[in-house]
């Protein structure tokens, strides 16, 4: 087990700056993801954390010990691939016990450490196939069994449910977090599907173009984004943000209105498809387009200030398309952002006029 | 709404009308090749089966079919098995020291170096290849010229203070031909390898890397492993290529001194063309055929080649 902690780091390729200033600290036993789209650098990070890219510059920690020159071999981490990078001409017994083979484990011992692992992701069936003869499930269990058996002090997942289909990928969501819970090796997951990120880690850290936007546990990132990129980033579907003018206590939104406290000037109002309501009172639209999602259905509704998503709870459209309606929200429930900086505006809410 | 009945109706017709176009598809697709390969491998093989059973010699007449020459081959050519020894030599000293194993090295060390350098020094080896044969023998002759002037032995002379140049041609001829070949060998060997390498997904070497291997412990487990199938390849073609080709030995050393670096290939060369015995130059020519023919089985079945062959991707009518 290990604390990581990164300071000033900086990556660069060539001329080109990946990781600027990257400032981080992950507890011993902490399960962390990095959030982002693609290209933001996560899975530079996660490679820097790996051994497999050096930094630039700065400084990489474990345990207070900095690793920047340390190569991989001596690293101690496990890593699961998105391709899960099994070697193929390997049985599955041999692609487990490949981490071993390094370590000087003496075969009786090591052997039963491939059981042990393989029993623990449930592949112990599976000993003598080759990778080519497993299911895609199948290979990131002996890809996770391969990182866990030499009981690393750092586990590093890469995207590792990307290439599921979609049922698995919410088991295996569930089992790799309670392996985390059963082993409690510091983990780092690297993702761009903020469901994965929410469900699965402890604290998130949400990067853009390099740099980290936000740190924090799910529920700061849904109710407390930081930025509007870290708004529209996290919440599915996503956020709605409406840009207008605040003056005198009111942002005016081309024909809409709504009354705003602790702010003015340039605002972004920010309002989740989950928090708004179809009801008497609000503004007004008219519904243009329905989308059922099983127990919820997505309303997009045209109004004064463009198309607003709105999720309404229960299985059948209580509203038909053309219908006019009035959306309204709790005040509380709105985010207020600052439209030149992106920031957040701490404490300002907006309300809907009467 | 079409039923299945209808669809199966249009596939039907479809098939049937198809009958006639696949004929042509094959005659235009593989008509060329077919040509080709009768044209000039077995329309060759059968003059050569027929010149075989021939007294055919400098005379250019024949006078009687015979099966002298098949007698000479088995009794009384006493400088055959001389000369199959040697090939065996040649063949299997050019193919284990470079063609596969240069090959190999010069893959692994030229894909592992910065891509600049790599690229580079592959493009030096390929030199020989792309230069006329002539032309790279010409500068082999220079190079192991026995007077002062050559250039290993200005090189031993002036460097290693050697007191007499030393005439290579004469004390070491079959290393000679074995280095000369090999060093234009060996660069196919590399593209197949280097290219085979390339295709190894980069996560394999990064996850052998966090798994504890070294580099060597990467070429061990990664590299090898995966170039099984083109060092199968490279082995039996290059063996075939070098059973039946004598050029550059027949400028570099004209096959000797006297039958010293003669292989098979350019025994059958000598015997025909210098010699004039176009008979039994057909005959020996014949056993090199079988001998290319019989090397190529076993290989396809001993490296399993079958399994490089993919099915086609599409399914072609």
Known sequence: MAKIEFRNVVKRFGAVEVIPDMNLVIEDGEFVALLGPSGCGKSTSLFMLAGIYLPSGGELLFDGHIVNEVEARDRNVGIVFQSYALYPHMSVRDNILFPLRFKKTPRDEALAKVKAAADLVRVAELLDRRPSELSGGQQQRVALARALVKEPQLLLLDEPLSNLDASLRLSMRTEIKSLHAQLGVTTVLVTHDQIEATTMADRIICMRAGRIEQV???????LRPSSLFVAGFIGSPPINLIAGEAEAGTVTVDGARFLVEGASGALTVGLRPEHLRIGDTGFAGRIAQIEPMGREILYVVETGMGAVRVLEQGSSAGYSTGEQVKIGFLPENSLVFETARQKLIAGAHVRAPA | MTSIADELTIERRGHSGSAARRRTNFVIFLGPAVVLTVLFFVVPVVIDIAVSFTDLSRSLRISEFTTEQYEKVFRTDRRLSQVIGLTFIY????????????????????TAIRNVSGSFFRGVWLLPRMSPSVLYILLWLWAVSPTEAGLVNQVLMQAFGLDAPLDLLTSAPIALIIISNGFIGASMGMIIFTSAIRGIPEHLFHAAAVDGAGTFAKIRFITLPALRWPISFVTIYQ??????????????????PFYDTTVYALYVYRRAFESGQYGYGAALALFLIVIGVVVALIGWRFFDMERLLQRPRIEVH
């Open chain 1, 216 to 222: 924090g546990t799910p529920d700061d990132l849904y």
């Open chain 2, 239 to 256: 063996t075939l290529s070098l059973l039946v080709s004598f050029e550059y030995i027949l400028l570099l050393t004209k096959g000797g």
């Open chain 2, 91 to 110: 063949v299997f000293g050019t193919l284990a020291i470079f063609n596969v194993t240069f090959g190999l090295i010069l893959a692994v060390t030229t």
